[in-house]
């Protein structure tokens, strides 16, 4: 991911002061080391019209995994878990903000020992960000950028040229210009408005986010038209960190951005901007969680799966209620395997906790004999993470072959999108959603899943039930051999 920052300049104003500004010399290229990797400065040109910086971030997944999983306690990497390093994301916008305060340190303060009077002298400047993701769209780009003076170029970027019904990614090509700002005003505006922009997870690891937002917001923050939807999300995404409990700061850091962790966000930003309530409900996920359980115990089920466990919030939850005997977690990612073993501190648990709980590896869209047996199972917004075509092959694993006696179903509903503060319109909620269904659609799914393997079906609002749209979240709890009894009802 990279960034390039331009100037113009005259005989008497060479735009190569550019790199007094930057504290960097424009005849060298430079690499800086931080714990994510490299960042590298160069200039591609550097004369006295046209003078152009570029930060190049280059992010080292393996670095981050290997020092997420604990360097220096010895021992191989885990192959397993290095093979799924692929899959992370690398545009994260919010590690080049901390690349650019940290390489571009005294020019964001506005410092230049060499050349006093430079910093607060205005120049045109110019910056491109080929791949910005966006989280709001090219609008709201605009919308938080125009304001402080940008002339602001957004378009959109194909989320992937082979699969158009896709749509737009959330990411776009963004320019900047404008003549009146300096340097330091400029940098001080990415440093916080590209980790708003950022849906991806932070990499925020400080205590003091607050003092640093009010620090680089300073001068342009407070009169800020957006200043509440900026504030909202910077500070929920630091409040989404901080409450996690501290050994889980390195699993963050490892996270990829996940739903639950985007929809936390969100529910807390629509909190805060849309009501102004001072109280945050609480997140859809955790909502989600309380009616599971809650369905769980009215099942009277005792040894229950949770397929698609992704990081193991859920089978935590179920870990502290004893009337659960067993409970077994399953995904097909070694990588969210290895953090949900991390999170349950499975290597560091008692004898009798640990016979409680398995995670195992596995794909739902085969037939699986080790799930047979069971009481319950749960598929907690896992059915939308599987292309269509896949879904009656997962429907077989589970209601035809594995047969728990009750079964959960969750997953988005499409029609609550537009309340989400965030969303760009036809947008789903996560990157990874091969599809998001209506309430009709859902429900039409859930009665023919159940009429075809003997089960009844109830349904359930989890969050909000709004009186236009619905819930956020719905959910199907199937019951084995009570079909005639739910056909009554
Ligand atoms: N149940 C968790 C995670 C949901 S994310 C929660 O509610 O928060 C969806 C999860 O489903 C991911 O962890 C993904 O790895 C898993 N998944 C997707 N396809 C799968 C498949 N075919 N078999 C097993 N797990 C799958």
New binding site residues.
């Given amino acids: 991911m990279f960034l390039t920052i331009s100037t113009t300049g005259a005989p008497e104003r060479p735009a190569t002061d550019l790199g007094f500004l930057l504290h960097k010399h424009p005849e060298k290229a430079q690499a800086f080391s931080t714990s994510y990797g490299t960042a590298h400065v160069l200039y591609p040109e550097a004369d006295a019209e046209r003078c152009t910086a570029a930060l190049l971030l280059e992010v080292d997944a393996v670095a981050l995994v290997r020092r997420g999983k604990g360097k220096g306690r010895g021992g191989a990497p885990d192959a397993a878990l290095a093979q799924y390093v692929n899959d992370r994301p690398y545009a994260a916008s919010s590690l080049l903000a901390v690349a650019l305060s940290g390489v571009f340190s005294s020019a964001m303060r506005g410092v230049c020992n060499a050349r006093p009077e430079l910093p607060a002298q205005p120049r045109p400047l110019r910056i491109e960000v080929p791949a910005l993701p966006a989280r709001g769209g090219p609008d709201l780009v605009r919308r938080l950028f125009e304001p402080l003076g940008w002339t602001v170029t957004a378009e959109p970027v194909a989320l992937d040229a082979e699969f158009p019904e896709w749509g737009d990614s959330r990411y776009v090509r963004l320019v900047l210009e404008a003549d009146t700002l300096t340097l330091a005003e400029a940098l001080r505006h990415l440093y916080v408005l590209l980790p708003v922009l950022d849906d991806a997870k932070h990499y925020w690891v400080a205590s003091d986010e607050v003092d640093k937002l009010l620090r680089a917001g300073e001068g342009w923050l407070p009169a800020h038209p957006e200043q509440k939807l900026i504030a909202g999300r910077y500070l929920s995404r630091r409040w989404s960190l901080t409450r996690q409990a501290m050994e889980r700061l390195e699993l963050v850091r490892l996270a990829e951005a996940?739903?639950?962790d985007v929809e936390e966000i969100d529910n807390a930003v629509a909190a805060e901007t849309e009501d102004g309530a001072e109280e945050k409900p609480a997140p859809l996920?955790v909502q989600?969680r309380e009616a599971i359980v809650a369905a769980l115990r009215a099942s009277g089920a005792a040894r229950v799966l949770?397929l698609?466990?992704?990081q193991g919030?859920?089978v935590q939850e179920l870990l502290r209620d004893p009337s659960f005997t067993e409970i077994v977690g399953?995904?097909?990612?070694m990588r969210?395997l290895a953090i949900a073993s991390r999170r349950l501190r499975l290597d560091r648990m008692g004898e009798r906790q640990a016979a409680r709980v398995q995670l195992l590896q596995?794909?739902?869209?085969y037939t699986d004999h080790r799930l047979e047996g069971y009481d319950a199972a749960v598929l907690?917004?896992?059915i939308e993470?599987?292309d269509l075509p896949r879904l009656p092959a997962l429907e077989y694993a589970v209601f035809g072959a594995a047969r728990p006696r009750t079964v959960l179903v969750t997953t988005p509903n499409v029609e609550y999108n537009v309340r989400w503060e965030s969303l760009p319109a036809g947008h789903v909620r996560h990157g990874d959603h091969r599809f998001e269904w209506t309430r009709e659609e859902f429900r039409a799914w859930a009665r023919k899943v159940a009429e075809r393997h003997g089960y009844g079906v109830e349904f359930v609002p989890v969050g909000p039930d709004d009186p236009e749209v619905g819930p956020p979240t719905q959910m199907a709890v199937f019951r084995a051999g009570t079909a005639k009894e739910a056909k009554a009802a």
Avoid at 330 to 333: G, L, P, R, T
Avoid at 362 to 365: C, I, K
């Fill in positions: 996940d739903d639950t996920a989600r949770d698609g466990c992704g919030q859920l399953v995904d097909v990612s969210a596995g794909s739902l869209a907690s917004e896992v993470h599987l």
